[in-house]
């Protein structure tokens, strides 16, 4: 069995500041790890996955992860916040012989002018 | 070309009904799934069909049903609506359904907003 926990509900940031969403997974097959945006009243918005080779990934609109095996984390971080990154931010894991996504419970993010 | 595109985008049915939401996948895509997303929580999977087959069924009951077209189209069914099943209910689609274990991409609609009062 798969799954994602997702620390923090709501993180607040400044525009400018560094954004930092924490994802832990839980798998017993190699994983693949997924980050996806969803603005209000839409649907999901891959930014980045981790699939295998290199453990920093980059994604769309500045964002980027790094898979942490060791610590089996898969944090989203990116350097200066905007007004237009303020949505919600899902962890998700799929891999062996799953055919879903499991997704964690989604972090809120707002940035603060 | 279009993307995963979901019919209704908003509802309101009332308990005891019966909703039925459609999706049309992405042009050559042959597989769809369904996810239940209850505000407040992540996406949950609920089915993946493939060339008209189920391939994989989430934990949720058997009031949940679903089928694929030869156009691979899909419909969701949810008989006996409960107030819990107040949702946005979100497609996915992808070539060949097997995309999530390579770790491959599969492509979200923007969802139906089902309302159950």
């Known amino acids: 069995a798969q799954s994602v926990t997702q620390l923090g509900s709501h993180v607040s940031v400044s525009e400018g500041a560094l954004v930092l969403l924490r994802c832990n997974y839980s798998s017993s097959v190699p994983p693949y790890l997924f980050w996806y945006v969803q603005y209000p009243n839409q649907g999901l918005q891959l930014l980045l996955k981790y699939t295998t080779g290199a453990t920093l990934v980059k994604g769309i609109n500045g964002f980027e992860a790094e898979f942490k095996k060791s610590e089996t984390s898969f944090h989203l971080t990116k350097p200066s916040a905007h007004m237009s990154d303020a949505a919600e931010y899902f962890c998700a894991v799929s891999g062996g012989s799953n055919y879903k996504l499991t997704f964690g419970k989604g972090t809120l993010l707002t940035v603060n002018p | 070309d279009a993307g995963v595109t979901q019919s209704p985008t908003h509802l309101i049915k009332t308990r005891g009904q019966h909703v039925t939401l459609r999706c049309s996948p992405i042009s050559g895509h042959k597989s769809v799934s369904w996810y239940q997303q209850v505000l407040g929580q992540g996406p949950q999977f609920i089915f993946q069909y493939y060339e008209k087959e189920e391939r994989g069924r989430g934990n949720f009951p058997d009031r949940f049903s679903a089928r694929q077209f030869p156009n691979y189209s899909s419909e969701l069914n949810v008989n006996a609506l409960l107030l819990g099943d107040s949702a946005l209910y979100l497609c996915?689609?992808?070539?060949?359904?097997?995309?999530?274990?390579?770790?491959?991409?599969?492509?979200f609609g923007e969802g139906s907003w089902l309302t159950v009062v």
């Open positions: 996915a689609s992808s070539r060949f359904g097997q995309e999530l274990k390579t770790g491959n991409t599969i492509y």
